[in-house]
């Protein structure tokens, strides 16, 4: 099986929201269901049954966070020197040639994506466009909204 990849700077950040669930929001979260319990009737209690849905919530998500942490290939983007050409881990620079937006995304693995930080998965039609082109290229790409056309206008990999 290939293991996923990750950036190491996405690694950091799901260890870092690993710690802060379990050292501050598993305590905190085992505290409200004790005093929750103190108040009696369990049937009726909603305050008891709101804290053990966030208390399955988040041991899922511990869960999801150490299986993704312990099966990914964490890759060092300064390492790759691929030049102007785009790998995984590229900060792209695009501008939209119908309405001279300019945009810019990093290709990350699948788990640390996240579009409101400019974040795309490596696995997205639109990441999958871009890989192997080089800064200069201009490509078509068939967005839900239409086709649009992009001139990718730089490619830096951060250290």
Known sequence: MKRPPMTKKGAERLRSELDRLKGKER???????????????????????????????IEGRINELEAAL?????IDVA??????????????????????????YQIVGDLEADIKQSLISVSSPFARALIGKSA????EFQAP???????????????
């Open 70 to 74: 312990s099966h990914a290939e964490v």
């Open 27 to 57: 305590p905190r979260i085992i505290a409200a269901i004790a005093e929750a319990r103190a108040h009696g009737d369990l049937k009726e209690n909603a305050e008891y049954h709101a804290a053990r849905e966030m208390q399955g919530f």
């Open 136 to 139: 200069g290229d201009s490509f």
């Open 79 to 104: 390492r790759l020197n691929a030049g102007s050409r785009i790998v995984f881990g590229a900060i792209v620079e695009l501008a939209d040639e119908d309405s001279g937006e300019e945009v810019s």
């Open 145 to 159: 909204n239409g086709t649009r056309n992009y001139e990718i206008t730089g490619v830096r990999y951060e250290v």
